[in-house]
């Protein structure tokens, strides 16, 4: 399959970036350079919730599946990217309207997208009610452009535990600035790192 527009929705991960409350920040170290030793080598220190990510079951429940168990496959699906407009959150009625199928992903732009968002502060996110539809309409995944599904006060994360809980896959920190709503195939392949609750990736929207 061959596809005319691959649009680029990864957020730039850099240690300037501030991380998630509690969470170390991106940590560049190098190992050997050019001029000292012909090459350039650089280990990196993050977590695996750092910039653009996936979160997995196993993030919330100790049974929930991991990187390992999932196959590459499950990245790569129908997406569709919805746009809230000015709403603080997005709601169950946003959901509802949008006719999702089975095995779909739902990307939900809003104001998040295209400006830096700090983690600590205030950013727009998932109310419950809109979890709870989104597991109703069978997606295989939600996708968020802030650093989080849950706003930041939600300190028991009910829109994580209704997705996660039901298999639903989060992609969180999305830049849907220059995604035009409707239909794309989504890619976001995570590293396979056994064992790991999530993973940074780079996701991209195919037309």
């Known amino acids: 399959m061959r596809f005319s527009t691959v649009l680029d929705i990864t957020r730039p991960l850099t240690p300037d970036d501030p991380p998630f409350p509690g969470d170390p920040p991106l940590a560049l170290h190098p190992v050997t350079s050019h001029a000292a030793h012909g090459v350039r080598t650089t280990a990196l220190s993050l977590c695996a919730h750092s910039g653009t990510h996936l979160d997995l079951p ?12 999932v196959a590459a496959a499950r990245f790569l699906l129908p997406a569709r990217v919805l746009d809230a407009g000015a709403a603080a959150h997005v709601d169950a009625g946003l959901v509802e309207r949008a006719g999702l199928a089975p095995g779909m992903a739902a990307l939900f732009r809003t104001r998040n997208s295209g400006r830096r968002v700090d983690p600590a502060g205030d950013f727009y996110a998932l109310t419950p ?79």
């Open 129 to 207: 009610a809109a979890a709870t539809a989104l597991v109703r309409a069978g997606c295989a995944l939600a996708g968020v452009d802030g650093p989080s599904a849950d706003p930041p006060d939600a300190e028991d994360l009910p829109a994580h535990r209704t997705l996660l809980g039901a298999g639903v896959f989060i992609l969180e920190y999305l830049d849907l600035s220059r995604a035009e709503p409707g239909d794309w195939t989504l890619a976001c392949f995570p590293l396979l790192l056994p064992g790991v609750e999530a993973s940074p990736v780079r996701a991209v929207l195919l037309r």
């Open 58 to 69: 196993g993030h919330l429940f100790p049974a929930g599946a991991t990187l390992e168990a």
